[in-house]
């Protein structure tokens, strides 16, 4: 039986507890898992790739030997094809995300149709979080406790510059 190997793109900047919650339904459900972080630094990410790269790895640990991090630039499918992936997955948290997401992946669709994208569902939870409300919250010196792990507080309020 061939392995189904899965990318999981995105900016990353920062990892949330909504990107983490994917990341842990998405290596249950593929024998391998790739999240890929996109190098663009035309976007001004607030981390660095690199330390995007070091935070995922750190808070994944050991824990999930079937899930590996990496970078990619250019396009996605192209990067899907070079790691042997068959799948995408994108979490759609309320319906606003849809039409976002159904376009991109009917693009990769049109662009490489042997890749499929697979939508997934964070915990309920997770439904208003995203990276960039961690980093407006964050900024002003708002608690993020419970929407991103530890280590992604600490590294925001260095990047801050807030203490508390
Ligand atoms: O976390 P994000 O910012 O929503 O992720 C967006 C991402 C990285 C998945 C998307 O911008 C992407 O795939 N960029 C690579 C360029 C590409 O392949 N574009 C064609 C798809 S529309």
């Not at 990107?19 to 035309?42: M, S, T």
């Not at 396009?75 to 799948?87: D, F, G, M, P, S």
Request: aromatic letters at 8%.
């Amino acid at each position: 039986m061939p392995k189904t190997i899965a990318i999981y793109p995105g900016t990353f900047d920062p990892v949330t507890n909504g990107h983490l919650d994917l990341i842990q339904r998405g290596a249950k459900l593929f024998d391998e898992l790739i999240v890929a972080i996109l190098h663009n630094p035309e976007k001004k990410p607030v981390f660095s790739l690199e330390e995007r790269i070091e935070m995922i790895q750190a808070i994944l640990d050991k824990d999930y030997p079937n899930v590996r991090v990496d970078a990619f630039d250019g396009l996605l499918v192209e990067y899907a094809i070079c790691q042997n992936a068959q799948v995408l997955i994108r979490g759609i948290r309320a319906i606003s995300d849809y039409e976002y997401e159904l376009q991109m992946a009917l693009m990769n669709r049109r662009l490489e149709p042997r890749i499929e994208t697979v939508f997934m569902m964070p915990a309920e939870a997770y439904t208003y979080l995203s990276s960039r409300m961690v980093k407006q919250v964050s900024k002003v010196g708002g608690s993020v406790e419970g929407l991103v792990s530890p280590l992604v507080a600490e590294k925001l309020r260095e990047k801050m510059g807030v203490h508390p």
